[in-house]
């Protein structure tokens, strides 16, 4: 069974930063390219960032571009979001997600994704 956790979210301030942990069972999540989406109340779930499954390659929404760091760690089995310089609009339930199929490119896509954690609040206030 896989399983995937997060952890790491909270309260922030604005100009903040948080750094949030994905841990995964059940599945070398070294073989796949992983994600993080984020969804705030009455909003839509919107693609964060991903990360290749070697780490070749890291993509970024325009929203976050500077301000946000994806990392892997295969060892470990852990993915890791640095969220920097917050804002309000930042504040969401973030998700990490496994792709459906190993060595994939990466994807913004949420339908690429088969696997997601239970999600970790992320709070920003100004």
């Known amino acids: 069974q896989v399983q995937l956790v997060e952890s790491g979210g909270g309260l922030a301030q604005a100009g903040g930063s948080l750094r949030l942990s994905c841990a995964g069972s059940g599945r070398r999540i070294s073989s796949y390219s992983m994600g993080w989406f984020r969804q705030a109340p009455g909003k839509e779930r919107e693609f964060v960032a991903a990360?290749?499954?070697?780490?070749?390659?890291?993509y970024f929404a325009d929203s976050v571009k500077g301000r946000f760091t994806i990392s892997r760690d295969n060892a470990r089995n852990g993915v890791y979001l640095q969220l920097n310089s917050l804002k309000p609009e930042d504040t969401a339930v973030y998700y990490c997600?496994?792709?459906?199929?190993?060595?994939?490119?990466?994807?913004?896509?949420?339908?690429?994704?088969?696997?997601w954690g239970q999600g970790t609040q992320v709070t920003v206030s100004s």
């Open positions: 990360i290749r499954w070697n780490g070749a390659a890291k």
């Open positions: 997600a496994s792709e459906r199929r190993p060595y994939g490119m990466g994807s913004s896509a949420a339908e690429e994704y088969d696997y």
